[in-house]
DNA sequence: TTGAAAGCGCTAACAG
DNA sequence: CTGTTAGCGCTTTCAA
C-alpha cells in the first residue's frame, strides 16, 4: 500500500499564519485563549493549507484516541449473519458518533486471533473496549482484562475466574423467558417445550432458568423431554423441533430461545402439516425485524431493544463506568465532550434491559 | 473514560535488558542484525514486562498504520440489516486479518457525519479505505478523494465529476441479470417484468440495462409498464409487485433487482394467490443465503460471491492497486507482508466477477 | 553488531 | 494572551 501524500504539519500552519506552533494548537483545539484577529488569521491558514491533524502525534502526547473498539468473538462463523450484531452495532455506532469517538471493529475468525486482539489493545489504539459474544470458556476476557483497557460487556459474562467484577449489559434473559412461558400456560397449552440457545453462552442459560422456573410451578411440571439444546441458528432450530416431535409428538407450544431458531421451528412444523397456533404454539425471542414480522404466520415474541443495549453499553464506556479500581478520573471529560451522561453515580456493574412480550398470530 | 493503565515503554525494556532502545525496537522489529545472546536478552525482557509496542508513536515515525477503514455510507438505515454488507465485511476482514492489518469501520449516519469521516480518513489513522455504497449524487467520495487516502470502491462508482478513474471490485451486474432474463424466456415466460433496486446505485442501473438488453431482442420487445422502480428492500419489493400487479395482471415473471425484494414480491404473490412458479415465475439477485434457499418456494436467483468482493477489495488495497498516479511504490511491502499479492501488475481500474444461475424452485 | 542522537507532529507546562 | 521549551515512545540514520 502507498504512503498517504505527505500532509501539512502545525509547523508549517504556525509559519503561514505567522504565529507560533503553540497558538495554531489552541486554535485547533477549540480556540480559547487566542485573540480573536490572529484566531482568524490562523483559521484561514488552516483552510489554505487543508491542515488536518495528525492523530498518532496527538494521541502520543495527551493518551487519549477518541476511538473504541467493538471486540465480536466469532468462534462460529456465525457473527455477520446473525441480525443481532448489526442492530448491536448501529446503536454503538451512533453513540459513539455523537461523542465524536471512532469505532474501530475487531473480528476474531479464531484463537489465532486473540493474541492479535490482545495485541491491538494493549497497543494503545483505543480508549476502550466493547466486548460480545462471549462464550463461557472463552480465553479473550482475560486477555483483555490483561491488556488493561476499560471494558464493557454485552450480555453478562460467564467465566468465573478471579477477573473480577465486569460492567455489562444485557436484556432480562430470565424474566423474558418467564414471560413467555406463561403466555403459553395462559393460552391452555400443557405441553410446553422449549428449543434451548447456545448453553456456553449465558443468555441461552438464563433463558433455559426463565423456562424451567415456570414449568416447575406448572402443574404437569418439568419434563426433561421437553428441553431440546440447540445453538441460536434457523438450522439448529430445525434439528431442534425435529427431534422435539420425535420425541413428544404431543407437544403443544414451543419456546424457542430465539427468533432465528424459532423460524426452523415453525418451517419443521408447516412441512409436518401442523398448524400454528392451532395445533403448536410457538414463541420466539429477540423480536428481530422484519424476520419476527414477516414470517408465516408472524411470530410472537419476546422483545429486546438490542440497538438500546449498544448504545447503552457505549455510554456507559464513555462515561468511565468501565474504570477498573485502580484509574479514576473520567467522569469530568466525558460531561465535557458535551454528552447527556457524567453523573458520577457509583458505577454500575451491570445492567439488565426489560423485555416485553409482542403478541402475533404464532402463540 | 478513564485513562488506560501506563504501560511499560522501550526504554523500560532496554533498561531491564541492559542494552540500547534501538536494540530493543531491533528484536521487536523482526530482530535481524542482532546478536542471538542479546535478542534472547531482550525477549525476555520484554516478556517478563508484558511490553507491547505503542502504535501512535510508531507510526508518528513510520507513517504507516497497518490500518484500513471501511466506509460505509448509509443515507437510510439499510445498511446493517442487509445481510450484504455483512458478506462483504466478512470477507475484508478476513484478508486484512491475514495481512495484519487492522479494520477500523466508519459508518455515515447521514451528511453530518462526512466530513468527520473526511477527516478521520487525513487525519492519518489508516493507510486506504474500502468504501460502499455509493449513491450517484454522493459528496462522499470527493471527500475520500481529497483526504489523499488511497482508496477501493465496492461496487461500480457513478459519479461522473473529475475525480478520475477509480478503483473499484464489483460483479457483473448486467450480465447476471441477461442470465436472468434470458432464463425466464427460456421458460417460455412472455410477460417478464422487472422490479429494479434503488436507481442511484449504479448495481441496480446495470441490472436494469441487462434486462432491456434482453427484452429489446424479445418477440414483444420491451414493454415500460413491465418496469417497476424499487429499492432493493423488502418492503419496496411488495409495494412494487403490487403496483406491478395492478398495471400488468397477465404478468407470468419477474426479475427482481435483488433476493430481498424478491422475498417481497413473493409475499405479494402468495397473499394474491398466485402460484410460483406455475403463474409467475420469480428470479432474484444475489444468492443471499439461507434467505434464498429456505424461501417458499426456494428462490431462483442470480448468485455473486459477495465475501469473496469484499476480500478482492481488500487485496487490492494491500496491493498498492489503488496507489493514486502521485504516489508510487508500495508492491514490494505488499509482498513482504507474506502475501500471495505483489505482483507489479498494471493496477486495474476496475474488476469485475462473475455471476452464476443458481436454480431453485421460484423459477 | 551495537549505541547515541535526532527527530516524527503534537500538546502542555512555563515564562514572558 | 503568546511564544519557548520539553518531551510523548518510537524508528532510524550515523558513528563507533
Redesign the pocket.
Known amino acids: 500500500m502507498p504512503d498517504a501524500v505527505?500532509?501539512?504539519?502545525?509547523?508549517?500552519?504556525?509559519a503561514r499564519a505567522?504565529?507560533?506552533?503553540?497558538?495554531?494548537?489552541?486554535v485547533?483545539?477549540g480556540g480559547?485563549?487566542?485573540?480573536e484577529?490572529?484566531?482568524e488569521r490562523v483559521r484561514r491558514a488552516v483552510e489554505e493549507l487543508g491542515?488536518?491533524?495528525?492523530?498518532?502525534?496527538?494521541s502520543?502526547?495527551?493518551?487519549r484516541h477518541d476511538a473504541v473498539a467493538v471486540v465480536i468473538a466469532e468462534p462460529e462463523t456465525r457473527v455477520f449473519t446473525d441480525p443481532f450484531f448489526a442492530l448491536q452495532l448501529r446503536g454503538i455506532s451512533k453513540e459513539l458518533t455523537a461523542h465524536d469517538n471512532q469505532l474501530v471493529l475487531l473480528l476474531t475468525e479464531g484463537r489465532d486471533d486473540h493474541t492479535r486482539v490482545a495485541r491491538y489493545l494493549a497497543g494503545?489504539h483505543v480508549d476502550g473496549a466493547l466486548v460480545f459474544s462471549l462464550h463461557l470458556d472463552d480465553p479473550l476476557p482475560r486477555l483483555i482484562h490483561d491488556a488493561g483497557v476499560p471494558t464493557v460487556f454485552g450480555g453478562r459474562p460467564g467465566w468465573r475466574d478471579g477477573t473480577g467484577p465486569a460492567v455489562y449489559v444485557d436484556c432480562d434473559n430470565r424474566g423474558g423467558a418467564r414471560t413467555a412461558v406463561r403466555h403459553l400456560a395462559a393460552l391452555g397449552r400443557t405441553r410446553i417445550a422449549h428449543l434451548t440457545g447456545a448453553l456456553d453462552q449465558t443468555s441461552a442459560v438464563d433463558r433455559l432458568d426463565g423456562y424451567r422456573d415456570v414449568m416447575a410451578e406448572t402443574p404437569g411440571g418439568a419434563d426433561p423431554a421437553l428441553v431440546v439444546e440447540s445453538d441460536f441458528t434457523p438450522a439448529g432450530g430445525e434439528g431442534a423441533m425435529r427431534e422435539l416431535l420425535a420425541r413428544r409428538p404431543d407437544v403443544d407450544a414451543v419456546f424457542a430461545a430465539n427468533d432465528l431458531s424459532a423460524l426452523g421451528a415453525l418451517r419443521v412444523l408447516r412441512e409436518r402439516g401442523l398448524r400454528v397456533p392451532q395445533d403448536v404454539a410457538v414463541v420466539g425471542f429477540d423480536d428481530m425485524l422484519p424476520l419476527a414480522e414477516q414470517s408465516d404466520p408472524p411470530l410472537t415474541t419476546v422483545r429486546q431493544d438490542i440497538e438500546r443495549m449498544g448504545r447503552l453499553m457505549a455510554r456507559l464506556l464513555l462515561d468511565g463506568a468501565a474504570t477498573r479500581p485502580a484509574a479514576r478520573g473520567a467522569a469530568a471529560r466525558a460531561g465535557a465532550d458535551g454528552g447527556d451522561g457524567g453523573r458520577p453515580d457509583a458505577p454500575p456493574s451491570g445492567v439488565i434491559l426489560p423485555t416485553t412480550l409482542i403478541r402475533r398470530a404464532s402463540a
Do not use: C, F, I, M
Open positions: 505527505s500532509r501539512p504539519t502545525l509547523e508549517a500552519v504556525a505567522g504565529v507560533s506552533r503553540a497558538t495554531v494548537s489552541r485547533v483545539n480559547s485563549g487566542v485573540r484577529p490572529l484566531a491542515y488536518v491533524p495528525n492523530q498518532a502525534a496527538r502520543l502526547v495527551t493518551k494503545g
